[in-house]
């Protein structure tokens, strides 16, 4: 009986964080299509509850895992991934020094370590991420069916001694907005500010 009622509880989903109206969700999702790459910026908010404050104060390690991807849906097929990248944002505190030393690592190399005395700055690093570059497959078609989609993983929780993610909802945007395109040079006004007028022909009368 015992061992019954186990099962039928681990077999049950566990209850989604992020759906509570106060969990940790993506928000800001901005993505700009230039043709032959994806600039993507996310926020995630309100993942800092008093857990992870405590874990940081006592000099423990935190990361959050953000996943970020572009995929194809397919009618009545699975879906098709055409791009992806990983970037994990870390912080750890100094307990002698109070300084917090933070890591950004995309698809598994460190590309920004900084240190901060302020938590703020530590939040802000750890649930922001910037201008990250996508590079895209030629000829991908933009339409409903291609989307850019972000979540984040928080942390390692445990239910029944089992570990489980703790990690936001997906977030999508369709990649049917049109390509960029450049900005037109600006022409720069001749030294004496005024318009230049058009020059006298060579040719008199001849």
Known sequence: MGMGLLIALLAAPTPAYAARPDGPRVRLLEVHDKGYELTVSFRVENAFDERITSKLEAGLEISFRHQVGVRRRRTWWFERNLAQK??????????????????????????????????????????????????LPAGLPRDRRTEVRVRAVLETRFFLFFPYAYDTDWVTRPLASPVEQPAAPVQKPP????????????GGAG
Do not use: H
Request: a negative charge; hydrophobic letters at 35%.
């Open 191 to 202: 030294a004496d500010g005024k318009p230049g007028a058009p020059s006298a022909g060579g």
């Open 86 to 135: 990983k970037v994990v944002t870390m912080a750890m505190r100094d307990t002698l020094t109070g300084l917090y030393t933070l890591n950004r690592i995309v698809n598994g190399g460190i590309v920004e370590t900084q240190t901060t005395s302020e938590i703020a700055e530590v939040r802000d690093f750890l649930s922001q991420v910037n201008d990250l570059t996508i590079p």
